[in-house]
């Protein structure tokens, strides 16, 4: 017997994830899931273990649906076979015992045959009786008869089987017409003896819609009953993941608190697992943080406190002294010679002490954290016309000429007029000291994010080394070189500290013979970060060597 | 107030530094000013009421009462104005010096010319005589020193008068804070504008009818002060 391989209708798949189908739907969607995947644990987990059960699910189920549709299959071959072989025992034995000697008596035979045919195999759904090619012509003809188109999905393979073939009964496949979708069938094919009329073929037709029924409806219980259980392994799946997953929730969302600043935060410890473990550690780290940070903030208002009472302590006596010099030196001119010059360095020194002082306290502020910054419009330009208008004096005597360019900067932008005027004058009294009585140029420009103010003398400027360290404190280019206008050495810290107190910028270049340039850099409005400074440093005008501190 | 020139004015120190308090003595005599001395916070008000000076020179740090709450016993009871002396220039220190009363403060260490400057400027009566204004619904007499709303006299301190009449005297000018603190104060560089905002304050609380809706000293966003329309 032979089982050809086109089982037809016997080889559906019943499990199928369409990939493709993914794939069409809309960008944003799409987008959506893949970000859901990327940022969410539980979506990733619950997706995986979702895919990997669908697998097996999918593998299990591909061969129950094989396996069941095989023997379902079988069992209908042996039925049919079985009832086709008594039908064809049954129609012999009827030609067999005829009488018939002619065509007619022989057609009335054929009928009863068909009839006894039909009554065996009660299943078959037609039937089909074609005289055998190449046979003897006996003196008797029957005529071909096929029920329920058996005749037409004969094959010829099966017909030169049964005609030939050393076997009772061959079976084939075929696929019956049918309204909808064709039925799967099998035709039972073999031979009698008609006597006198030569060998026949009988052919029973039977269709299988009731086996692909059966098989239908196994594979779609697999298939709901497979979706149902990935479901609740989804579910379950869900449910793990997020006993394990809200312990690590509630810990990143205390340790997000804690980097925001509420000290006292823990997480709750409970048992002794390892996200208990987890908790311990991490409220342990917490309390140790707290408990520096706690000893900073005292340690830091100690700070304040020392500077608040030095600022006092140490001004009240000053001022003594300062009101004391000044009125020794308002009389100086009553003195003779030697006391007269006393009464003029002490009265000098005495102001030098006191911006000593003042920016000492300035500084020990900004170490402390006390600097508060006091926002509000101010034009740029404006405040630099007044600085300028301010060291005109002391220019003049070195005889610098001091230019303003500002093809930019004429509008309001948010800042600190007292601090960002210190800078200015510190920058202009830098310059005219340094500028060897050449001319010095402010320029003033803006552009979409920044305001920016930069100072170019033409004097002797600094070595690349110097420039790097300039806005250390007390720190002097040339130990030797000669002071005129006795500042303090704590200038251009403090203008770094005034200029990063707005998120802005204070930067240098310099070379040596060649000048200097400083540039402050201030953001348009408070707190908008600055992408780059409208002015070039180093300035248009400078030689190629970049010299650029912080 | 006494005529600087006709009388020596006089001024009553409260400072616990007796070698400053020396000092300045010192600086107000040769200036024609008559100086007298309080060292402890909690006598001030006693010698205060003593002496009757012109002006008061208050350091902040005192034993006994400090400067804050003695400027707020002597404010309660005159009009006489008040200058801190403080070492501190922090906002919270001079805002609270001023809200408690005191008309200017001078930041540790001054000069001789400072201090002398500031002094003179409070104690300099307001130079123009403008007679009879109408701000709102008061009347300002600048010769008799007099705020009126109705029959009712409004006791002002004499800067309080003074801001006022400053804005009275050209109800359509606007004024920003610095041109107050120069006409008023007697500033003529860039000085603190917390002066003017604390000042409008108390001055609105003792003026306005409704101080949340000032009606007499009005605020022009972000130029400065006006005086209102005469009712």
Known sequence: MTI??????????PLGIRVS????????IWAGIVGAFRRSLEVRIVAITVALSAIALLATGTYMSYTIG????????????????????????????????DDSALSVLQLQVLSQVKGIATSSAGVALQRAPGSDVGPLTLIDVSQGGTADLITDQLQAETSSGPDDQYFQSVSIPATGSPHPGLIVGSTVTVPGAGEYELYLLYDLADVQQSLTFVQNTMLIGGLALILLIAGVTWIVVQSVIAPI?????????????????????????????????????????QRQIVQLAGLSRVQQRFVSDVSHELRTPLTTIRLAGDVLYDNRSDFDPTSARTAELLHTQVERFESLLSDLLEISRYDAQAADIEVAPVNLVHLAQEAITTVETLADRKGSVLQLVAPGGHFEAEMDARRIRRIVRNLLGNAIEHGEGKPIIVTIDSNATAVALAVRDHGIGMSRADAERVFDRFWRADPSRQRTTGGTGLGLAISLEDASLHGGWLNVWSAEGRGSCFRLTLPRSAGVPIESSPLALPPDDAPHRVEDAR | MTDPVALPARVLVVDDDTALAEMIGIVLRTEGIEPSFCADGSRALGIFREVGPDLVLLDLMLPGMDGIQVCELIRAESGTPIIMLTAKSETADVVRGLESGADDYIVKPFNPKELVARIRARLRPYSGDAGTLKVGDLVVDSAGHEVRRGGERISLTPLEFDLLLALASKPSQVFTREMLLEQVWGYHYKADTRLVNVHVQRLRAKVEEDPENPRIVMTVRGVGYRAGAPA
Not at chain 1, 21 to 28: G, S
């Open chain 1, 4 to 13: 050809p391989p086109s089982s037809a209708g016997l080889s559906r798949i």
């Open chain 1, 21 to 28: 189908a993914l794939a069409r739907l809309p960008r944003t």
């Open chain 1, 70 to 101: 095989n023997g379902l299959f079988q069992a209908r071959v042996d039925q049919v076979t079985e009832e086709s072989g008594r039908a064809t025992d049954a129609a012999q034995s009827l030609f067999d015992s005829t009488t018939a000697a």
């Open chain 1, 249 to 289: 929730r509630v810990a990143a969302e205390t340790s997000r608190k804690l980097a925001a600043g509420q000290l006292e935060v823990r997480i709750p410890e409970r048992g002794e697992d390892v996200i208990a473990t987890l908790a311990r550690s991490f409220n342990g780290m917490a309390d140790s943080l």
